[in-house]
């Protein structure tokens, strides 16, 4: 199969790096060690539009190992490891496509290349493929038999999709798996956002005051590792009840707007367009940092961002733009630095989750790829944006769990009877 990676020297290299991840994955392990055994995935072609990292190739192996043919491309042109990419690239049954880097019409070219391959599944971060697949005149492919996705983000879009009617095919929520939101979203963003940060600028972010806006789960997690290394927290949020559990939980709370003159480090975990925008960007004060980790680079305004740097902008570190805006009256001016251009900070501007948070979501990943394969066979799913069944989640947490070597309790059938009945 055809691959386009930066270099494909490099794949020694990415072979040491994807066999130190798969040391930290033991739960996608078992289930790869299942799959060579059983091959539920016998011929079935997989487009993957996901981070390329070392975690991913874990489960890219998985998959093969399971029968099936892989597509791979890049999720993100900044989070693309080109020795992994090159490793990938030279495993049968695989197709890479991604360069770190990669320019917006190299990135569109790539997910085209994977949707003309005609998959039967797709796995989505951020909806790309199934936006693409749905867009084409001749339709989806022949035996096409749904996708998952996992980012919030992604399934915004494809709910979207839902709603107006144009959604024609099952996709699996794996963003919303409770394991998933657990290990992914609540501990793997929250350590990884604060260590592409600092990578990027080697802050100290003991008695900083860093600014959350979004007290979602990813929000959640972001919040409290900031505050366990000595930062004061303020949440900014719209949604009411998360409000009140932030401020319940000890943090300060307000609109965005006030927080904007008091904050040392902001981060937007939203999903949503402007989060930051010229009003908080004339308010801040000098030295401010801005970082993103929400999915897409729409976050940070950054048109409105580069209106406002009237002094000039340049890059004093590698991952850090400075935004020079205008004297106020005999003030010196005032400088904000963005992180990794706005794109996903974790990601962007360092390694992203740990392997260990990686191996419960790419094992969800696997599993709801085999659930869609074998329904296919014997009930087909529905169109529309589901949950992943709760066997799966069950399964995942199990394996989790032997691994850790911790044993629980299990409900006797007395009590089980006692649960399930009303008198």
């Known amino acids: 199969m055809t691959s386009s990676v930066a270099d494909a020297s490099l794949a020694d290299a990415g072979r040491d790096r994807i066999d130190w991840a798969d040391a930290q994955m033991p739960v996608l392990r078992q289930i790869r060690e299942r799959f060579a055994a059983t091959r539920p995935l016998e011929g079935v072609a997989v487009a993957a539009c996901l981070h390329v990292t070392a975690e991913t190739a874990n489960l890219v192996r998985t998959l093969l190992a399971g029968g099936a043919r892989v597509g791979l491309c890049a999720a993100n042109p900044l989070s693309t490891q080109d020795e992994v990419a090159a490793a990938l690239a030279a495993e049968e049954g695989a197709s890479v496509h991604a360069r770190r880097g990669e320019d917006m019409d190299a990135y ?35 035996g ?4 998952t996705e996992e980012t919030t983000t992604g399934l915004v879009r494809l709910r979207t999709l839902e709603t107006s009617g144009a959604l024609r095919t ?11 939101r657990l290990f992914n979203d609540h501990y793997g963003t929250g350590q990884s956002t604060l260590d592409g940060i600092l990578r990027a600028t080697n802050l100290l972010l003991a008695g900083r005051t860093v600014v959350i806006l979004g007290y979602g789960f990813t929000g959640k997690g972001v919040a409290l590792r900031a505050r366990g290394a000595g930062a004061q927290v303020i949440v900014c949020e719209v949604d009411p009840m998360r409000a009140l559990e932030a401020r319940m939980e000890g943090f300060q709370v307000m609109p965005a707007l006030e927080a904007a003159s008091r904050g040392e480090i902001f981060i937007t975990v939203t999903g949503a367009p402007g989060v930051l925008g010229t009003e908080h960007f004339l ?13 897409f680079d729409v976050e940070i305004d950054l048109p409105a961002l580069d209106a406002v740097a009237v002094g000039g902008i340049r890059e004093v570190l590698p991952l850090v733009t400075q935004y020079e805006l205008a004297p106020d009256g005999d003030a010196p001016p005032r400088r904000l630095n963005l992180l990794a251009e706005g794109r996903v900070v974790n990601l962007a501007a360092g390694q992203g989750h740990p392997a260990a948070v990686m191996d419960m979501s790419f094992a969800t990943q696997a599993l709801a790829t085999e659930h869609l394969v074998l329904s296919a066979r014997d009930a087909p799913l529905r169109p529309g944006v589901q949950p992943v069944p709760e066997a799966i989640d069950r399964e995942v947490a199990t394996l ?7 044993r629980i309790d299990t409900l006797s059938p007395a009590q089980q009877q006692y649960l399930h009945h009303w008198t």
């Open 400 to 406: 989790k769990l032997a691994s850790l070597g911790v």
């Open 283 to 295: 308010a801040m004060n000098d030295g401010a940092v801005l970082a993103n980790a929400g999915h």
């Open 108 to 142: 569109v070219g790539h997910v085209r290349t994977l949707v003309q391959a005609e998959p039967h599944v797709t796995l989505d971060d951020g909806a790309d493929l199934l936006s693409v697949l749905h867009a084409r005149p001749a339709g989806l492919p022949d």
């Open 170 to 180: 099952p996709v699996l929520a794996v963003n919303e798996a409770r394991t998933e």
């Open 144 to 147: 096409f038999l749904g996708g």
